[in-house]
């Protein structure tokens, strides 16, 4: 199976060819297996990963090696597995921020994590976009006001864009009470002009090559306002307050 004209019945057959070499490979040790990403979302495209999440009892140096094992396995593993193996231990520490993506456009494929963590609060949903827009505003500044060859070191931001997309569902739900999965749903949401800017330039990534080499600076600019007026919007949010309290 090539990436090039991939069906979502062939991502589907790989997903139950995986799960079930995982409940051989860990029997009862395995509690929990999902989908997400783009695929999951039905919004894929032929460089798209498979992602999944996967979740044990207990992690060890042979587990990994048996985990490994079944991940080459695979059909085309090397171009199609991605995702996130952790213990149940690792999970209940895991920043709760980051524990959004097991609650919104995950696809559970097996068990359940009853009892072992919580839903997100809105603290946690604030400080994921927080932790987001931070991280991309010291990317983006980093890149402005340090030499770099911008035509080159412009296209090491997909996923800084991508994570923007991620803030903006979060967004949406606290001011909304909405989960908005795709990036064509969500534009025609989104109000400001910068918030789709960021999606747009998320969603057509690829075809954007030859636009991003010619004016590196209007996609590091947009990177670098968009993710320091998100954090102004932030502060300015009802539920800021509660998050610093906490």
């Given at each position: 199976m090539g990436r090039a004209g991939l069906k979502k019945s062939e991502v589907n057959q790989w997903l139950a060819d995986f799960l079930k070499r995982l409940r051989k490979g860990f029997g009862k040790r395995l509690i929990f297996v999902a989908h997400q990403g783009s695929w999951a979302r039905g919004e894929a495209t032929p460089e798209s990963d498979i992602d999944t999440l996967v979740i044990l009892d207990r992690i060890d140096s042979h587990t990994l090696?048996?985990?490994r094992g079944i991940i080459s396995s695979m059909p085309k593993?090397?171009?199609r597995?991605?995702?996130m193996l952790l213990s149940v231990p690792e999970l209940r520490v895991w920043p709760r921020f980051d524990?959004?993506?097991?609650?919104?456009g995950c696809k559970t494929l097996y068990g359940n994590l009853d009892g072992i963590i919580q839903k997100p609060t809105t603290a946690d949903l604030i400080e994921s976009i927080r932790v987001i827009a931070s991280v991309n505003l010291h990317y983006a500044r980093?890149?402005?006001?340090?030499?770099?060859k911008l035509s080159k070191v412009v296209h090491n931001l997909q996923y800084p864009f991508k994570t923007c997309f991620y803030a903006l569902q979060v967004w949406i739900l606290l001011k909304a009470n909405k989960y908005v999965e795709k990036k064509g749903e969500?534009?025609?949401t989104l109000k400001g002009a910068d918030d789709k800017r960021v999606v747009l330039v998320a969603r057509?990534?690829?075809?954007?090559?030859a636009d991003r080499t010619k004016r590196p600076l209007w996609y590091i600019n947009l990177l670098e306002r968009w993710?320091?007026?998100m954090l102004l919007r932030l502060k300015t949010y009802g539920g800021y307050g509660e998050h610093k309290r906490r």
């Open positions: 090696d048996v985990f593993a090397k171009n597995a991605s995702g524990l959004i993506q097991f609650f919104y980093h890149y402005l006001l340090y030499p770099h969500i534009l025609k057509d990534w690829k075809k954007l090559e993710s320091r007026n």
